[in-house]
């Protein structure tokens, strides 16, 4: 079984920066999909960043484009967030999702973080 542990969350200005933590416990697979998503009340949970294991590739919306950057660190089993010149907007409470497949015609196993508040003021 696998549990991902958020950290790194808080109140920043606008323009500010921070980074999310989230760190895995338990077996890993090699064919995995990491990504954050972040959800505010109300709304829907929208993913603002992922990454691939197969190719390395990682996607943003377009929100977020040139102010977000996702990496993990594979000794560490810790993925992260790293926002910046961050705005209003961005306020939103943080997921972390892990998908891997222990076997690749399998459907996949995910996983989610407990979530971290970002609280961006202006």
């Known amino acids: 079984q696998v549990q991902l542990v958020e950290s790194g969350g808080g109140v920043v200005q606008a323009g500010g920066s921070l980074r999310l933590s989230c760190e895995a416990s338990g077996t890993l697979y090699a064919l995995q999909t990491w990504a954050w998503y972040r959800q505010t009340p109300g709304m829907d949970r929208e993913q603002v960043a992922s990454m691939s294991s197969a190719d390395g590739s990682r996607n943003y919306a377009d929100s977020v484009k040139g102010r977000f950057f996702i990496s993990r660190d594979l000794a560490k089993k810790t993925l992260y967030l790293n926002m910046n010149n961050l705005k209003p907007e961005d306020t939103a409470v943080y997921y972390c999702?892990?998908?891997?497949?222990?076997?690749?015609?399998?459907?996949?196993?995910?996983?989610w973080g407990q979530g971290a508040q970002v609280t961006v003021s202006s």
């Open positions: 999702k892990l998908s891997q497949w222990p076997r690749n015609w399998e459907p996949p196993h995910e996983y």
